[in-house]
């Protein structure tokens, strides 16, 4: 089981990114998926998630801004993310729960 996040970077508030985590080793498309992400000197934290069936939950943080989404086809987890604030850097990461498996995490930083 393998997950491979990718689409971090330096963003300015209000800005936009799109994260993916492509998964590799398992039936895709029959597991929840999950993002959360950790700020320095911060615990990690759920963001979103996705079960098998596409419904989702959002941390009430990102709510109305971050949207989660999977492409089974493509075995691809995505985080669409609008409206970046100054609280939302931090290190990305893409999770399996029924295997226990993190991605290496993607960096997003928002800064003028």
């Known amino acids: 089981v393998q997950l491979v996040e990718s689409g971090g970077g330096l963003v300015q508030p209000g800005g936009s990114l799109r994260l993916s985590c492509v998964a590799s080793?398992?039936?895709?498309?029959?597991?929840?998926m999950d993002w959360y992400r950790q700020a320095p000197g911060k615990q990690r934290e759920l963001v979103a998630y996705?079960?098998?069936?596409?419904?989702?939950n959002y941390a009430d943080s990102v709510k109305g801004r971050f949207t989660i989404s999977r492409d089974n086809a493509k075995n691809t987890l995505y985080l669409q993310m609008i409206s970046l604030k100054s609280e939302d850097p931090a290190v990305y990461y893409c999770?399996?729960?029924?295997?226990?498996?993190w991605g290496q995490g993607t960096l997003v930083t928002v800064s003028s």
């Open positions: 999770y399996a729960p029924a295997f226990g498996i």
């Open positions: 080793g398992f039936i895709f498309s029959v597991f929840r």
């Open positions: 996705i079960g098998s069936s596409s419904s989702t």
